[in-house]
């Protein structure tokens, strides 16, 4: 097959779930013999708006869009139209004849690219990561005072969002927040078509399918496909580190360092755990939200929390390899983030928050705990739990099933596209 994924930034100067999970999944269709190309924008080392055309080794031919760089508001109003990335797009199309286009995101790019697909009679389908398409912040969290959101009310919340997110001052909110309601309703109205004409919406969990038809999102053409993960060939070999309740608890955390991921609440527990009972590396990006970093620097008064900084793909087996638990104290609701299955891979249970999606990924106290979000208090006894209860650990481990691979994966993902494009050439 001739397969174009589309998606709004790509590794190494992005290495969030959407990019890694693109990534592994272009070199997995290249690997069982597809044509495969990625188009995304980036900021690139040009001033002027230049498509680089790259092959990535043993992996897909990269459209690389140069935009420069470009600000928050910049990437918003992209939704509704960036010419550069219209025209970047239509070569791409040309070059590349794909009898399918795959996207994965479309944040800073025109909702007018799928126009683009349908005039050249391509199909489309989407994959879910998030829930940019009804929420403008992607995460169903609000900007104005860090709140999970049942969705648009008149667009004015919406509105609300927008402004805090550019900025402004938050006593200008509620009045100006109606005057961008507008704008966030005609957003939703461009986006809603995106879902409505696509061939087929994929989501990868239960949880994600129910909230896009709670939030009257298009949705008969939505299928659940779980994600898989692609391990080493030879995972790092784990030690029972934990010998006995004197050995301090390995807690880790993969991910963004970011509010709505809860970090500040995995410190704030550890903060008020003995020294010897516990340690706790966080690992992620110290570099794209600086402020809430050095909020975190600051509260972190244990010494046992290390900060250890952006990973390579080998090193996160092996700092999984060495731990006891992996944590994921989000505020948002999560969807199927990868660090989820790569515990389960890793043989590592899962400390997570009883929300979204993450109650379909841990069975609580049969492969990990489901712990109130957000409650400093409720995680702090979690973590206590491993000293008192000696044997809950080698139980949670031994409750945990094996991972959906990437190739499990795949096999579902390419008989869709093979009902698509099949269905495709009997219109035609």
Same mark, same amino acid.
């Given at each position: 097959?001739?397969?174009?994924?589309?998606?709004?930034?790509?590794?190494?100067?992005?290495?969030?779930?959407?990019?890694?999970?693109? /990534?592994?999944?272009?070199?997995?269709?290249?690997?069982?013999?597809?044509?495969?190309?990625?188009?995304?924008?980036?900021?690139?080392?040009?001033?002027?708006?230049?498509?680089?055309?790259?092959?990535?080794?043993?992996?897909?031919?990269?459209?690389?869009?140069?935009?420069?760089?470009?600000?928050?508001?910049?990437?918003?109003?992209?939704?509704?139209?960036?010419?550069?990335?219209?025209?970047?797009?239509?070569?791409?199309?040309?070059?590349?004849?794909?009898?399918?286009?795959?996207? /994965?995101?479309?944040?800073?790019?025109?909702?007018?690219?799928?126009?683009?697909?349908?005039?050249?009679?391509?199909?489309?389908?989407?994959?879910?990561?998030?829930?940019?398409?009804?929420?403008?912040?992607?995460?169903?969290?609000?900007?104005?005072?860090?709140?999970?959101?049942?969705?648009?009310?008149?667009?004015?919340?919406?509105?609300?969002?927008?402004?805090?997110?550019?900025?402004?001052?938050?006593?200008?909110?509620?009045? #100006?927040?109606?005057?961008?309601?507008?704008?966030?309703?005609?957003?939703?109205?461009?986006?809603?078509?995106?879902?409505?004409?696509?061939?087929?919406?994929?989501?990868?969990?239960?949880?994600?399918?129910?909230?896009?038809?709670?939030?009257?999102?298009?949705?008969?053409?939505?299928?659940?496909?779980?994600?898989?993960?692609?391990?080493?060939?030879?995972?790092?070999?784990?030690?029972?580190?934990?010998?006995?309740?004197?050995?301090?608890?390995?807690?880790?955390?993969?991910?963004?360092?970011?509010?709505?991921?809860?970090?500040?609440?995995?410190?704030?527990?550890?903060?008020?755990?003995?020294?010897?009972?516990?340690?706790?590396?966080?690992?992620?990006?110290?570099?794209?939200?600086?402020?809430?970093?050095?909020?975190?620097?600051?509260?972190?008064?244990?010494?046992?929390?290390?900060?250890?900084?952006?990973?390579?793909?080998?090193?996160?087996?092996?700092?999984?390899?060495?731990?006891?638990?992996?944590?994921?104290?989000?505020?948002?609701?999560?969807?199927?983030?990868?660090?989820?299955?790569?515990?389960?891979?890793?043989?590592?249970?899962?400390?997570? #928050?009883?929300?979204?999606?993450?109650?379909?990924?841990?069975?609580?106290?049969?492969?990990?705990?489901?712990?109130?979000?957000?409650?400093?208090?409720?995680?702090?006894?979690?973590?206590?739990?491993?000293?008192?209860?000696?044997?809950?650990?080698?139980?949670?481990?031994?409750?945990?099933?094996?991972?959906?691979?990437?190739?499990?994966?795949?096999?579902?993902?390419?008989?869709?596209?093979?009902?698509?494009?099949?269905?495709?050439?009997?219109?035609?």
């Amino acid at each position: 097959m001739r397969i174009l994924h589309i998606v709004h930034q790509y590794p190494p100067d992005h290495v969030g779930g959407t990019e890694q999970y693109t /990534q592994s999944l272009a070199r997995a269709q290249v690997k069982r013999g597809h044509r495969v190309a990625i188009f995304f924008p980036t900021a690139g080392s040009a001033s002027g708006q230049v498509l680089s055309v790259v092959t990535e080794p043993d992996g897909p031919l990269l459209y690389a869009l140069q935009l420069g760089q470009r600000s928050r508001n910049s990437v918003f109003a992209s939704t509704f139209r960036q010419q550069a990335a219209s025209r970047a797009f239509a070569e791409t199309l040309s070059r590349e004849a794909p009898e399918l286009v795959h996207v /994965q995101h479309l944040m800073g790019l025109p909702a007018s690219l799928v126009t683009q697909i349908a005039e050249a009679g391509i199909p489309y389908l989407v994959t879910l990561h998030d829930y940019w398409f009804p929420c403008a912040n992607g995460q169903l969290v609000t900007n104005y005072d860090q709140t999970l959101c049942a969705g648009p009310r008149m667009w004015v919340n919406c509105g609300r969002c927008a402004l805090a997110r550019a900025g402004r001052d938050s006593r200008l909110l509620a009045p #100006s927040a109606p005057l961008l309601a507008p704008l966030m309703a005609y957003r939703s109205r461009l986006l809603r078509r995106v879902l409505a004409g696509a061939a087929c919406i994929v989501a990868p969990s239960e949880f994600v399918s129910r909230q896009y038809r709670l939030l009257g999102m298009p949705a008969d053409h939505m299928v659940v496909v779980p994600h898989g993960i692609k391990t080493p060939e030879a995972l790092p070999r784990r030690g029972d580190k934990r010998s006995s309740a004197s050995t301090p608890l390995q807690i880790v955390y993969l991910g963004s360092v970011a509010w709505q991921k809860g970090v500040h609440v995995l410190v704030d527990a550890v903060n008020q755990l003995p020294v010897a009972e516990v340690q706790l590396s966080i690992f992620g990006d110290l570099n794209r939200f600086p402020d809430y970093v050095s909020e975190l620097r600051s509260r972190a008064k244990h010494p046992g929390i290390h900060f250890g900084g952006l990973l390579e793909r080998e090193a996160v087996w092996e700092k999984l390899a060495a731990a006891d638990v992996v944590a994921i104290p989000s505020l948002w609701y999560e969807n199927s983030p990868i660090v989820v299955h790569e515990a389960r891979a890793a043989g590592v249970p899962i400390i997570a #928050s009883r929300l979204g999606a993450l109650i379909e990924h841990v069975q609580d106290g049969h492969d990990g705990l489901l712990i109130a979000p957000g409650d400093v208090a409720a995680w702090r006894d979690a973590f206590a739990r491993f000293s008192v209860e000696p044997a809950l650990l080698a139980r949670l481990r031994a409750g945990i099933q094996p991972a959906r691979t990437v190739e499990e994966h795949l096999d579902d993902i390419e008989a869709i596209y093979h009902q698509i494009i099949a269905r495709n050439r009997s219109d035609f």
